[in-house]
């Protein structure tokens, strides 16, 4: 009893030392970009009260940051699920793409002949299938083959993207249109908004509900022991029942399946079609995402409303105070440097020390 204390006390003491970790990288990368907008000219505390209010200062702000959030905790907790059973799913944004692309074409070939309650679960499902076919073949591959995932990852990510363009702009292209998209989704199968002129959809609340999932896997079932028992040691995972082939197959299937909902989710909710090139990044915004947030339910979330809010905020700074809509990348970029550098922080935090 007292060993199973020590270990939680450790392991919840690195919790909060890496939490720290993350808070300071947000600090220090939000302190220079001020150092950049003063060597530019710009009044960073009046750029930074326009990017707040362009992203939590009124109802469509928040709901804006939320809409911009939702995908993010999707390819976030794709990540983190990945990187539990130590492997590392850079392959969001073909997942994300495929998953999109396959529930959207599945939507308009069903149209309105089953019911509703059929026919919307039935295409979200189809994209999620096909997230996890994306996200599988590089379990197997890295599995039988011994090959490096991140490389079938990108590879696979380039495929997807060019695969789904070539049959909307080809084949499945609204008529009369001007950019490459397919047809509206029937209006039943797009998602309810939750606050009224906005993008904000019920695909919160399926977000929120998949980081439950996410837990308790983790938390409560034999496969996500496994999984971290897989991450944690390979060899050992081996000896002690774990069958590291099929495992590692799953991991990424699954991985798959939930950054395949971020680009299902975009297409039912934000856009209610397919539409070519529609993803800002997202797969890759996600990998910030998960490791910010610590690959836990709670940190993805606020990591994914952190990264949301700033790009829902930065048009507002850029009108407000002509500050480059595109500094929100410079902040994120910088968060991921710190928290890609944990050694460098730990030396901010422990010089006096050493």
Request: hydrophobic share 55%.
């Amino acid at each position: 009893m007292g060993k199973h204390n020590i270990r939680a006390n450790a392991g919840m003491s690195k919790n909060w030392e890496s939490l720290w970790y993350s808070l300071l990288a947000i600090g220090v990368s939000f302190v220079l970009v001020a150092f950049i907008m003063l060597a530019m000219g710009y009044n960073p505390f009046n750029a930074y009260m326009a990017l707040f209010r362009g992203s939590f200062g009124s109802l469509y702000a928040i709901s804006l940051t939320l809409c911009r959030s939702v995908p993010l905790i999707f390819v976030g907790l794709a990540v983190g699920f990945a990187l539990k059973g130590g492997m590392f799913n850079i392959g969001g944004e073909g997942q994300l793409y495929i998953g999109g692309f396959t529930s959207a074409v599945v939507a308009l070939a069903l149209g309105n002949s089953l019911p509703l309650v059929v026919s919307l679960p039935l295409a979200v499902l189809a994209g999620m299938v096909a997230g996890m076919a994306w996200g599988g073949a590089i379990g197997l591959i890295k599995a039988k083959l011994q090959i490096n995932e991140v490389i079938v990852a990108i590879m696979l990510n380039y495929i997807a993207q060019l695969l789904t363009s070539y049959f909307v702009n080809n084949h499945l292209m609204q008529e009369g249109s001007m950019t490459p998209q397919t047809e509206t989704l029937p209006a039943g199968m797009q998602l309810p908004t939750i606050v009224a002129n906005s993008q904000l959809t019920t695909s919160l609340y399926i977000a929120l509900f998949m980081c439950f999932v996410y837990w308790f896997v983790f938390r409560h079932t034999v496969f996500g022991y496994e999984v971290k028992a897989l991450g944690n040691n390979p060899n050992a995972a081996g000896t002690g029942g774990v069958h590291n082939v099929w495992t590692t197959i799953l991991v990424m299937a699954v991985s798959g399946a939930l950054a395949s909902m971020a680009g299902i989710f975009e297409v039912f909710g934000t856009y209610g079609r397919f539409i070519d090139g529609f993803s800002p990044g997202i797969g890759f915004t996600g990998i910030a995402i998960a490791f910010i947030g610590q690959g836990t339910p709670i940190g993805i979330i606020l990591a994914a409303i952190l990264f949301g809010g700033l790009q829902a905020g930065a048009m507002q700074m850029g009108l407000m105070e002509g500050v480059s809509a595109h500094i929100d990348k410079v902040i994120q970029g910088l968060v991921i440097i710190f928290i890609a550098t944990p050694n460098f922080i730990r030396y901010l935090l422990h010089r006096k020390e050493r």
